[in-house]
Each structure stands twice: as structure tokens, then as C-alpha cells.
């Protein structure tokens, strides 16, 4: 739905459709550090008014690895 970038950070908002718990909104947030997404961020409408927060850390594919 839309897209910011600010340094290290993109911020994607997005619709999630056919989940257990219906259709939401949600911000996704994205830190890259040397051309790989680190970290990922998952905020529902919920967390913003603040009482639900997801997040997780990504890690870089195996097939990334040898690169």
C-alpha cells in the first residue's frame, strides 16, 4: 500500500487478507545492514495504540551465504 525509507530503514504498510483473524493493516519495518534485511518489525493497528507487538529477526539464506 505504501512505502517510506529513511537511512537503514524501510517502513512498508500493508492490507493482510485471509489470516485466522480476518483482514488487517499492518506496518512491516525493514533494517538492511551491508545489503541484507537484519531485522523485521511487525506492528498491527492494535500495537500502534499500544497493546500488541510482533517482531522478528531475519537471517540471511544459506544460498546467500557464499556470496
Not at 499500544?50 to 544459506?62: C, F, I, V, Y
Amino acid at each position: 500500500m505504501g512505502r517510506t525509507a529513511e537511512g537503514d530503514w524501510a517502513v512498508d504498510h500493508e492490507h493482510a487478507v485471509g489470516t485466522a483473524r480476518g483482514d488487517f493493516d499492518l506496518l512491516v519495518s525493514y533494517r538492511v545492514k551491508d545489503g541484507v534485511i537484519d531485522r523485521v518489525i511487525f506492528m498491527t493497528l492494535a500495537a500502534l495504540s499500544g497493546s500488541r507487538r510482533m517482531s522478528g529477526r531475519a537471517r540471511k539464506p544459506s544460498s546467500m551465504s557464499a556470496r
